[in-house]
């Protein structure tokens, strides 16, 4: 049985959201944060080396790291669903969208967290537009040819970078009224029914900042 262990208010919501895309039988096991520490619970830090969420288990498989598990649910039930083949015309498209959001997007916005807790930029450097500004100004561009990343088609490139878009907003907040694209988009996901059904399972209390 496929089980996803969800940390309360994390990224592993978005492999909540990925199972109920694809409608699977799933078992979903939530977690609270230490309420001191805001970390992950001893028992969760426990299920994979990593100590961060998401992680599956699936059978005797223990798997960590979101783009590794929504490849491997895609690729092992996915049956081609949310994903693009390499014959597509867009199918660079995909890939791109598919890795920005962990390669670059999240790391950004974790350097821009770090910045501002030392007091923001060292003394003395030169102003200049932080690489989330950049990313944000990168999706803002991409949504304005295309109404989903990959091109006209909701993928799962789409569910890998929404958290930057979302509850990433709620540790590194960002007014979206310069991102008239992004807005758009964020109402259009929030309209779909299993990213509604996969966010009432996973953070039933959190209202996800889609606006
Ligand atoms: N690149 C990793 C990032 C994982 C990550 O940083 N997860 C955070 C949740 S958003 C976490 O587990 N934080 C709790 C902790 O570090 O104890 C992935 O995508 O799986």
């Known amino acids: 049985m496929l089980t996803v262990h969800h940390l309360g208010v994390s990224q592993s919501d978005r492999i909540v959201w990925l199972c109920e895309e694809l409608d699977l039988a799933y078992e979903l096991k939530r977690y ?8 992950a619970p001893a028992d969760y830090k426990a299920l994979h080396p990593s100590g961060t969420a998401p992680v ?12 590794a598990i929504a490849e491997y649910i895609l690729g092992k039930y996915g049956q081609g669903r949310l994903t693009l083949a390499p014959d597509h015309p867009n199918y660079p498209d995909y890939l791109y969208w598919l890795h ?8 950004a916005m974790m350097m821009d967290l770090v910045a501002r807790a030392m007091g923001g ?9 932080s690489r989330s500004d950049t990313a944000f100004a990168n999706i803002e561009a991409r949504l304005g040819q295309a109404p989903y990343l990959a091109g ?3 993928t799962a490139a789409d569910i890998m970078t929404l958290f930057f878009l979302t509850t990433g907003r709620l540790y590194a907040p ?16 929030g309209a779909r029914p299993a990213f509604r059904r996969a966010m009432a399972k996973a953070d039933p209390d959190l209202a996800i900042p889609l606006a």
């Open 121 to 129: 930029q060292p003394a003395g450097a030169a102003p200049r537009a």
């Open 32 to 39: 609270d944060r230490d309420p001191a520490t805001r970390q």
């Open 152 to 154: 006209e088609d909701f």
């Open 100 to 107: 920005a959001g962990q390669g670059s997007f999240m790391p």
């Open 56 to 67: 599956i288990t699936d059978g005797d498989l223990t798997l960590g790291e979101s783009g």
């Open 174 to 189: 960002r007014d979206l009224a310069p991102y008239p694209n992004i807005r758009a988009y964020l109402e259009r996901i």
